[in-house]
T-cell receptor
Framework: NAGVTQTPKFQVLKTGQSMTLQCAQD?????MYWYRQDPGMGLRLIYY???????DKGEVPNGYNVSRLNKREFSLRLESAAPSQTSVYFC??????????????FGPGTRLTVL | GENVEQHPSTLSVQEGDSAVIKCTYS??????FPWYKQELGKGPQLIID?????GEKKDQRIAVTLNKTAKHFSLHITETQPEDSAVYFC????????????FGTGTRLLVSP
Protein backbone atom coordinates (compact mmCIF):
# COMPACT_ATOMS: atom_id res chain seq x y z
CA ASN A 1 0.00 0.00 0.00
CA ALA A 2 1.25 3.47 -0.90
CA GLY A 3 -0.81 5.14 1.87
CA VAL A 4 -1.49 8.80 1.05
CA THR A 5 0.11 10.21 -2.08
CA GLN A 6 0.27 13.83 -3.19
CA THR A 7 1.23 15.48 -6.46
CA PRO A 8 3.13 17.57 -7.24
CA LYS A 9 5.91 17.63 -4.62
CA PHE A 10 6.96 21.17 -5.52
CA GLN A 11 5.28 23.98 -7.45
CA VAL A 12 6.05 27.62 -8.18
CA LEU A 13 3.21 29.86 -9.34
CA LYS A 14 2.88 33.49 -10.27
CA THR A 15 0.26 35.60 -8.55
CA GLY A 16 -3.12 35.03 -10.18
CA GLN A 17 -2.34 31.62 -11.65
CA SER A 18 -4.47 28.63 -10.77
CA MET A 19 -3.56 25.07 -9.93
CA THR A 20 -4.92 21.88 -8.41
CA LEU A 21 -3.16 19.81 -5.78
CA GLN A 22 -3.95 16.13 -6.04
CA CYS A 23 -4.31 13.65 -3.19
CA ALA A 24 -5.15 9.96 -3.22
CA GLN A 25 -5.31 7.24 -0.56
CA ASP A 26 -5.47 3.49 -0.94
CA UNK A 27 -6.57 2.60 2.61
CA UNK A 28 -10.34 2.72 1.91
CA UNK A 29 -10.67 5.61 4.35
CA UNK A 30 -13.86 7.63 4.57
CA UNK A 31 -12.49 10.96 5.84
CA MET A 32 -9.95 13.12 4.04
CA TYR A 33 -8.41 16.45 4.98
CA TRP A 34 -6.35 19.30 3.56
CA TYR A 35 -4.00 21.26 5.83
CA ARG A 36 -1.50 24.01 5.32
CA GLN A 37 1.67 24.31 7.36
CA ASP A 38 3.35 27.65 7.90
CA PRO A 39 6.43 28.38 10.03
CA GLY A 40 5.51 28.93 13.66
CA MET A 41 1.82 28.20 13.07
CA GLY A 42 1.55 24.44 13.07
CA LEU A 43 -0.96 22.80 10.76
CA ARG A 44 -4.25 24.49 9.99
CA LEU A 45 -7.26 22.75 8.48
CA ILE A 46 -8.40 24.16 5.13
CA TYR A 47 -11.18 21.77 4.11
CA TYR A 48 -12.26 18.27 4.97
CA UNK A 49 -14.48 15.57 3.56
CA UNK A 50 -16.21 13.25 6.01
CA UNK A 51 -17.26 10.89 3.26
CA UNK A 52 -17.53 10.64 -0.50
CA UNK A 53 -19.78 13.40 -1.81
CA UNK A 54 -19.44 15.72 1.18
CA UNK A 55 -17.03 18.57 1.88
CA ASP A 56 -16.87 21.18 4.63
CA LYS A 57 -14.82 24.25 5.46
CA GLY A 58 -12.11 24.13 8.05
CA GLU A 59 -10.30 26.92 9.83
CA VAL A 60 -8.77 28.71 6.81
CA PRO A 61 -10.87 27.99 3.66
CA ASN A 62 -10.69 31.39 1.93
CA GLY A 63 -9.07 31.24 -1.51
CA TYR A 64 -9.47 27.48 -1.85
CA ASN A 65 -11.95 24.99 -3.26
CA VAL A 66 -12.02 21.21 -2.97
CA SER A 67 -13.47 18.24 -4.77
CA ARG A 68 -13.99 14.76 -3.38
CA LEU A 69 -13.82 13.02 -6.73
CA ASN A 70 -14.44 9.55 -5.32
CA LYS A 71 -13.58 7.70 -2.12
CA ARG A 72 -9.87 7.63 -2.99
CA GLU A 73 -9.25 11.16 -4.25
CA PHE A 74 -9.56 14.61 -2.71
CA SER A 75 -8.22 17.60 -4.63
CA LEU A 76 -7.50 21.17 -3.54
CA ARG A 77 -7.78 24.02 -6.03
CA LEU A 78 -6.36 27.51 -5.91
CA GLU A 79 -8.30 29.58 -8.42
CA SER A 80 -6.17 32.74 -8.23
CA ALA A 81 -3.00 32.17 -6.25
CA ALA A 82 -1.72 34.85 -3.88
CA PRO A 83 1.67 35.14 -2.13
CA SER A 84 -0.13 34.51 1.20
CA GLN A 85 -0.83 30.99 -0.06
CA THR A 86 2.86 30.15 -0.11
CA SER A 87 2.98 27.17 2.23
CA VAL A 88 3.42 23.44 2.54
CA TYR A 89 0.16 21.60 1.92
CA PHE A 90 -0.62 18.23 3.48
CA CYS A 91 -3.40 15.84 2.69
CA UNK A 92 -4.52 13.32 5.30
CA UNK A 93 -7.02 10.51 5.58
CA UNK A 94 -8.68 8.69 8.42
CA UNK A 95 -10.54 5.39 8.75
CA UNK A 96 -14.17 4.62 9.42
CA UNK A 97 -16.20 7.32 11.14
CA UNK A 98 -16.75 6.43 14.78
CA UNK A 99 -14.37 3.54 14.56
CA UNK A 100 -11.55 2.78 16.96
CA UNK A 101 -8.88 3.94 14.55
CA UNK A 102 -8.36 7.61 15.32
CA UNK A 103 -5.13 8.07 13.42
CA UNK A 104 -4.91 10.52 10.57
CA UNK A 105 -2.40 9.38 7.95
CA PHE A 106 -0.55 12.20 6.23
CA GLY A 107 0.90 12.44 2.76
CA PRO A 108 4.44 13.73 2.07
CA GLY A 109 3.28 17.28 1.32
CA THR A 110 3.37 19.75 -1.57
CA ARG A 111 5.65 22.76 -1.21
CA LEU A 112 4.00 25.70 -3.02
CA THR A 113 5.60 29.07 -3.67
CA VAL A 114 3.58 31.95 -5.08
CA LEU A 115 5.64 34.80 -6.48
CA GLY B 1 -13.32 27.36 18.95
CA GLU B 2 -10.51 25.26 20.28
CA ASN B 3 -7.08 26.82 20.80
CA VAL B 4 -3.97 24.75 21.56
CA GLU B 5 -0.77 26.28 22.90
CA GLN B 6 2.50 24.34 22.88
CA HIS B 7 5.80 24.95 24.69
CA PRO B 8 8.69 25.11 24.25
CA SER B 9 9.15 25.95 20.59
CA THR B 10 12.66 24.45 20.62
CA LEU B 11 14.25 21.94 22.97
CA SER B 12 17.84 20.74 22.97
CA VAL B 13 18.89 17.74 25.07
CA GLN B 14 21.82 15.38 25.33
CA GLU B 15 21.41 11.79 24.26
CA GLY B 16 20.02 9.77 27.14
CA ASP B 17 18.30 12.72 28.79
CA SER B 18 14.53 13.05 29.08
CA ALA B 19 12.45 15.56 27.11
CA VAL B 20 9.09 17.03 28.06
CA ILE B 21 6.79 19.01 25.79
CA LYS B 22 3.68 20.67 27.19
CA CYS B 23 0.36 21.72 25.64
CA THR B 24 -2.73 23.45 26.92
CA TYR B 25 -6.16 23.48 25.32
CA SER B 26 -9.13 25.78 25.75
CA UNK B 27 -12.25 23.75 24.92
CA UNK B 28 -13.38 21.51 27.76
CA UNK B 29 -15.39 19.48 25.20
CA UNK B 30 -12.17 18.20 23.60
CA UNK B 31 -11.63 14.57 24.45
CA UNK B 32 -8.95 13.26 22.13
CA PHE B 33 -5.30 14.34 22.27
CA PRO B 34 -2.78 12.93 19.78
CA TRP B 35 0.91 13.65 19.37
CA TYR B 36 2.50 13.68 15.93
CA LYS B 37 6.17 13.52 14.97
CA GLN B 38 7.34 15.18 11.78
CA GLU B 39 10.74 14.39 10.33
CA LEU B 40 12.39 16.71 7.86
CA GLY B 41 10.66 16.69 4.48
CA LYS B 42 7.92 14.29 5.56
CA GLY B 43 4.33 14.44 6.72
CA PRO B 44 3.44 14.15 10.42
CA GLN B 45 3.08 10.67 11.87
CA LEU B 46 1.08 9.68 14.94
CA ILE B 47 3.29 8.47 17.79
CA ILE B 48 0.86 8.29 20.70
CA ASP B 49 -2.60 9.50 21.64
CA UNK B 50 -4.80 9.67 24.70
CA UNK B 51 -8.50 10.04 25.36
CA UNK B 52 -9.98 12.11 28.13
CA UNK B 53 -11.06 9.09 30.18
CA UNK B 54 -7.40 8.14 30.71
CA GLY B 55 -4.81 10.06 32.73
CA GLU B 56 -1.63 8.52 31.36
CA LYS B 57 -0.53 6.27 28.53
CA LYS B 58 2.87 4.74 27.83
CA ASP B 59 4.48 3.15 24.81
CA GLN B 60 8.07 2.10 25.41
CA ARG B 61 10.10 5.33 25.77
CA ILE B 62 7.24 7.72 25.21
CA ALA B 63 4.36 8.63 27.50
CA VAL B 64 1.56 11.14 27.51
CA THR B 65 -0.16 12.56 30.59
CA LEU B 66 -3.44 14.43 30.69
CA ASN B 67 -4.84 16.75 33.34
CA LYS B 68 -8.44 17.49 32.36
CA THR B 69 -9.02 19.89 35.24
CA ALA B 70 -6.12 22.10 34.22
CA LYS B 71 -6.68 21.40 30.50
CA HIS B 72 -3.13 20.47 29.78
CA PHE B 73 -1.31 17.43 28.46
CA SER B 74 2.34 16.57 28.08
CA LEU B 75 4.61 14.33 26.02
CA HIS B 76 7.49 12.65 27.85
CA ILE B 77 10.36 11.00 26.00
CA THR B 78 12.88 9.10 28.12
CA GLU B 79 16.38 7.95 27.16
CA THR B 80 16.38 10.20 24.12
CA GLN B 81 18.26 9.12 21.01
CA PRO B 82 19.48 11.16 18.01
CA GLU B 83 16.71 9.64 15.88
CA ASP B 84 14.19 11.33 18.19
CA SER B 85 15.26 14.65 16.66
CA ALA B 86 12.22 16.01 14.83
CA VAL B 87 9.33 18.45 15.20
CA TYR B 88 6.57 17.31 17.54
CA PHE B 89 3.00 18.55 17.37
CA CYS B 90 0.25 18.16 19.92
CA UNK B 91 -3.39 18.39 18.89
CA UNK B 92 -6.86 18.30 20.36
CA UNK B 93 -10.30 17.46 19.05
CA UNK B 94 -13.67 16.13 19.90
CA UNK B 95 -13.49 12.49 18.86
CA UNK B 96 -16.58 12.45 16.68
CA UNK B 97 -16.96 10.92 13.24
CA UNK B 98 -15.70 14.18 11.76
CA UNK B 99 -12.47 14.37 13.66
CA UNK B 100 -11.15 17.91 13.33
CA UNK B 101 -7.74 18.30 14.89
CA UNK B 102 -6.51 21.67 16.17
CA PHE B 103 -2.72 21.58 16.28
CA GLY B 104 -0.22 23.30 18.49
CA THR B 105 2.57 25.30 16.88
CA GLY B 106 5.17 22.56 17.21
CA THR B 107 8.35 21.85 19.19
CA ARG B 108 11.65 21.28 17.44
CA LEU B 109 13.55 18.66 19.47
CA LEU B 110 17.27 18.29 18.92
CA VAL B 111 19.06 15.36 20.57
CA SER B 112 22.83 15.73 20.54
CA PRO B 113 25.06 12.65 20.71
Amino acid sequence: NAGVTQTPKFQVLKTGQSMTLQCAQDMNHNSMYWYRQDPGMGLRLIYYSASEGTTDKGEVPNGYNVSRLNKREFSLRLESAAPSQTSVYFCASRGLAGGSNNEQFFGPGTRLTVL
Amino acid sequence: GENVEQHPSTLSVQEGDSAVIKCTYSDSASNYFPWYKQELGKGPQLIIDIRSNVGEKKDQRIAVTLNKTAKHFSLHITETQPEDSAVYFCAASMNTGFQKLVFGTGTRLLVSP
